[in-house]
C-alpha cells in the first residue's frame, strides 16, 4: 500500500499466521529484486531476491512472487514469528549496480 | 563476520557545522552508498562511488558531499548542517554483480539543532 504522511503501512498478524506484504515496482525495465528486513535500531537485511526471468522464488519460510504484467511484488512469510516484526522493503536494481527501495511495511506480529 | 560499521550511532550537530559521517567495510566491495531514511519517505540515495576517488551524485545530493580515497572508507561530509538534515543514515556497500544486494551499516542518527 501506500505510505500516508509519516506513517508507515502497517500489516498486523497473529504468531503462526502467514502474511504476505506487497510491493508496487515502478520501472518495467528493472531485472533483478530484493527484499530486505530491518529492525529496529538496526540497518536493513538481506532475505531473498529474484531476477526478472522467474515468478517465483523460496527461501526458508519466505516466498517471493513476482508479477511483472503489473510491475507487483510480494514476500509471503510462512507461520510468522514475533522475531519477524520489522520494517520490510522491497528494492528494484534500477541500474548502474543502485537500487530503489519501496517505502516499506511494518510488520506486527502479536504472540 | 563480513560488515560495514558506521563511526556513530547517534550524533547532535549545531546549525551550520562541519558534520562527517564515516563508513567502513572490510568486504573488499568496489561499490559504496550513501542513503538518508525518512518516515513516509523511504530510502533515499544521496552519494555513491563505484571505486577509489570516484563518486557520483544520487537522488538527493544537495547540501553534501562524499570522500573516498581508500577503497574500504567513504566518507559523507555535510558542509554546513541544516535542520533538515536531521534523519537516520545508513551506508552500504555491495560488489558488481552480487546476487544479494547491499550490506548495509546499522545507521547514524543525526539530529541538528
Known amino acids: 500500500g501506500e505510505s500516508v504522511g509519516l506513517h508507515l503501512p502497517t500489516l498486523s498478524v497473529q504468531e503462526g499466521d502467514n502474511s504476505i506484504i506487497n510491493c508496487a515496482y515502478s520501472?518495467?525495465?528493472?531485472?533483478?529484486f530484493i527484499w530486505y528486513k530491518q529492525e529496529s535500531g538496526k540497518g536493513p537485511q538481506f532475505i531473498i531476491d529474484i531476477r526478472s526471468n522467474m515468478d517465483k522464488r523460496q527461501g526458508q519460510r519466505v516466498t517471493v512472487l513476482l508479477n511483472k504484467t503489473v510491475k507487483h511484488l510480494s514476500l509471503q512469510i510462512a507461520a510468522t514469528q514475533p522475531g519477524d516484526s520489522a520494517v520490510y522493503f522491497c528494492a528494484e536494481n534500477s541500474g548502474y549496480s543502485t537500487l530503489t527501495f519501496g517505502k516499506g511495511t511494518m510488520l506486527l506480529v502479536s504472540p | 563476520d563480513v560488515k560495514v560499521t558506521q563511526s556513530s550511532r547517534y550524533l547532535v550537530k549545531r546549525t551550520g557545522e562541519k558534520v562527517f559521517l564515516e563508513c567502513v567495510q572490510d568486504?573488499?566491495?568496489?561499490?559504496m552508498f550513501w542513503y538518508r531514511q525518512d518516515p513516509g519517505l523511504g530510502l533515499r540515495l544521496i552519494y555513491f562511488s563505484y571505486d577509489v576517488k570516484m563518486k557520483e551524485k544520487g537522488d538527493i545530493p544537495e547540501g553534501y558531499s562524499v570522500s573516498r580515497e581508500k577503497k574500504e572508507r567513504f566518507s559523507l561530509i555535510l558542509e554546513s548542517a541544516s535542520t533538515n538534515q536531521t534523519s537516520m543514515y545508513l551506508c552500504?556497500?555491495?560488489?558488481?554483480?552480487?546476487?544479494?544486494?547491499?550490506?548495509f551499516g546499522s545507521g547514524t542518527r543525526l539530529t541538528v539543532v
Open positions: 552500504a556497500s555491495s560488489s558488481p554483480g552480487s546476487n544479494r544486494g547491499y550490506t
Open positions: 568486504m573488499d566491495h568496489e561499490n
Open positions: 520501472n518495467s525495465a528493472s531485472d533483478y
